[in-house]
């Protein structure tokens, strides 16, 4: 099992860039699938942005070519860079882990797929 503690989030205005973090602890961070999620008041949680376990990346539509996942295998952080904010991007944002994802992470379907949650970081633009 992981345990999942997200950080970074804050109020930036429009245009401006925040780095979330998710630092992963517990089970072997690299047999996961993790994930980035996230839930602005009175909408259904969204997928952002996944990474599998061979290293693949997935941005969400929503947010390509602003977005940029990474990770450190050394520090098992999990990484998501986002540029350009914009005030639709206001949401909580959780980080997760699945050990086997089947859907795009823009699914709606996605989030039932992870087993594992942070307890979320608040973005506000």
């Known amino acids: 099992d992981v345990q999942l503690v997200e950080s970074g989030g804050g109020s930036v205005q429009t245009g401006g860039s925040l780095r979330l973090s998710c630092a992963v602890s517990g089970d072997s961070y690299s047999s996961y699938y993790m994930g980035w999620f996230r839930q602005a008041a009175g909408k259904e949680r969204e997928g952002v942005a996944q990474?599998?376990?061979?290293?693949?990346?997935h941005i969400a539509d929503s947010v390509k070519g602003r977005f940029t996942l990474s990770r450190d295998n050394t520090k098992n952080i999990l990484y998501l860079q986002m540029n350009n904010l914009k005030p639709e991007d206001t949401a909580m944002y959780y980080c997760?882990?699945?050990?086997?994802?089947?859907?795009?992470?823009?699914?709606?379907?996605?989030?039932?797929?992870?087993?594992?949650w942070g307890q979320g970081t608040q973005v506000t633009v």
């Open positions: 997760a882990a699945a050990l086997m994802v089947t859907q795009r992470i823009d699914s709606e379907f996605a989030q039932y797929e992870y087993t594992n």
């Open positions: 990474v599998d376990v061979d290293g693949t990346t």
